[in-house]
Nanobody
Framework: QMNLDESGGGLVQAGGSLKLSCVAS????????LAWFRQAPGKEREFVAV????????KYADSVKGRFTISRDNNKNAGYLQMNNLRPEDTAVYYC?????????????????WGQGTQVTVQS
């Protein structure tokens, strides 16, 4: 079993920055893929970014490319999402998710563990 604890969300003005953290506990010794998703009110959960265990494969949603940076520190069992130049449309609850192994799932349903989410609100 793995528990994921997100933090770092908050209220920010458009153009501002936030850095989200996701700290894992429990089953942290297995290789895994870490991803960030977000869900805005009335919308489906959408993919934001993903990184594999070694950091050698990173993917972003088109909507965040050039503004968001995903990273991880396996020694600290942590993943991060640096969000710059935030826009009101980035407002959502942000979730980190983990899939054990090296395969990057194409859909959220195939991730094994999820955090509780952290709210990000961007004011115009």
């Amino acid at each position: 079993q793995m528990n994921l604890d997100e933090s770092g969300g908050g209220l920010v003005q458009a153009g501002g920055s936030l850095k989200l953290s996701c700290v894992a506990s429990g089953r942290t010794f297995d290789t895994n893929v870490l991803a960030w998703f977000r869900q805005a009110p009335g919308k489906e959960r959408e993919f934001v970014a993903v990184i594999n265990w070694y950091g050698s494969t990173i993917k972003y949603a088109d909507s965040v490319k050039g503004r968001f940076t995903i990273s991880r520190d396996n020694n600290k069992n942590a993943g991060y999402l640096q969000m710059n130049n935030l826009r009101p449309e980035d407002t959502a609850v942000y979730y980190c998710a983990v899939r054990l192994g090296m395969w990057i799932p194409p859909t959220p349903e195939e991730y094994d563990y999820w955090g509780q989410g952290t709210q990000v609100t961007v004011q115009s």
